[in-house]
């Protein structure tokens, strides 16, 4: 999660932005599967009072009125429970990398949990704050108000978030000083994992190391 800035005695220890988004968007969806376990709860309990008002019917005629169940449909012609299954994609993008059926989406879960459309927004702040050109001083003082709202935001997902900005803040705000990311890091430990998995392992981890050294010099 850090990045050290220069290799060097005064060398500077950076918090990768994007493990600090990847908090955030966590919480954002941790936030959407506590609202999907509330309206499976609903619909179940839908389902359990239209069987017992079966069961309660006096004549066959009471019954046929009552009819078969089904699952209340949304505008976009789904079911809410299918709307929070599908939506976990939606809520980790930009809005504008959106596709038709996913702001059609949107629109239906936001409608219904505001609270949930209040994180994304969030999320996506946090995500425009890193990417605006600022100087240290002004990252800081955004980011402090974003805090706020966060910490106003007040659902428990976000806690580990905040404590995040409380005990990082300053290897957080290093980040703008030069705008450095370990994602280059990142990139080559996933090629030397690509190259691990085509021998199935290292059995002779010299030999393994001239292999790798060969083929990325």
Excluded at 140 to 150: D, F, G, I, Q
């Amino acid at each position: 999660m850090l990045t050290v800035k220069k290799v060097s005695p005064h060398a500077t220890l950076i918090n990768d932005r994007f493990h600090v988004q990847q908090l955030m968007s966590e919480a954002v969806d941790q936030l959407r599967i506590r609202l999907r376990w509330q309206v499976l709860e609903e619909e179940n309990k839908a389902l359990r009072e239209h069987r017992a008002g079966c069961k309660a019917a006096k004549s066959r005629a009471e019954r046929e009125a009552l009819g078969q169940w089904e699952p209340c449909r949304m505008a976009n012609g789904e079911t809410m429970p299918q709307v929070m299954a599908r939506s976990r994609h939606v809520i980790l993008k930009h809005k504008s990398k959106w596709n038709g059926q996913q702001k059609k989406r949107a629109e239906v879960l936001f409608e219904r949990f505001p609270k949930l459309k209040e994180a994304y927004g969030l999320s996506m702040r946090l995500t425009e704050l890193f990417n605006k050109k600022s100087t240290p001083a002004q990252a800081r003082l955004n980011l402090a108000r974003w805090y706020n709202e966060v910490e106003t935001f007040g659902e428990n997902e976000f806690a580990r978030v905040l404590e995040t900005f409380e005990n990082h803040n300053k290897t957080i705000i290093n980040y703008f000083e030069e705008r450095l990311t370990n994602a280059s890091a990142e990139s080559f430990n996933a090629k030397i994992k690509a190259f691990r998995a085509q021998f199935r392992g290292v059995g002779d981890i010299k030999f393994f190391m001239f292999r790798l050294a060969t083929q990325y010099a």
